[in-house]
């Protein structure tokens, strides 16, 4: 079993900065994530990383803004997201994978097997 606790949401203003933790516990994962659902639309992949390699895997959306980076030490994964747009308006899940090979971070929820309860971040414009 992996627990996730997210931190970080908030609200900021377009073009601004935010950082999202997941503090995990249990089990050490395969690979974590973050995927993002905003109101109306369905859960979205953002970005992921694997934990025992150097793999990462961003949405599109997000390549050259947001950073996913981890401390292993701490057991903590954190997206850096930056030039933020009102587009970027969701809440974020925090999520784990239990298995599988470092070399591969999945960008499809159904390959991920935990996830935290989220935390709200809104851009306004």
């Known amino acids: 079993q992996v627990q996730l606790v997210e931190s970080g949401g908030g609200l900021v203003q377009a073009g601004g900065s935010l950082r999202l933790s997941c503090a995990a516990s249990?089990?050490?994962?395969?690979?974590m994530g973050w995927f993002r659902r905003a109101p109306g639309k369905e859960r979205e992949f953002v970005a992921g990383?694997?934990?025992?390699?150097?793999?990462?895997n961003y949405a599109d959306s997000v390549k050259g803004r947001f950073t996913i980076s981890r401390d292993n030490a701490k057991n903590t994964v954190y997206l850096r997201m930056n030039s933020l747009k009102p587009e970027d308006t969701a809440d974020y899940y925090c999520?784990?994978?239990?298995?599988?090979?470092?070399?591969?971070?999945?960008?499809?929820?159904?390959?991920?097997?935990?996830w935290g309860q989220g935390t709200q971040v809104t851009v306004s414009s």
């Open positions: 999520t784990a994978r239990s298995g599988g090979s470092i070399w591969y971070v999945p960008s499809a929820a159904a390959e991920y097997d935990y």
């Open positions: 249990g089990r050490s994962p395969y690979a």
């Open positions: 990383m694997s934990w025992r390699g150097p793999s990462t």
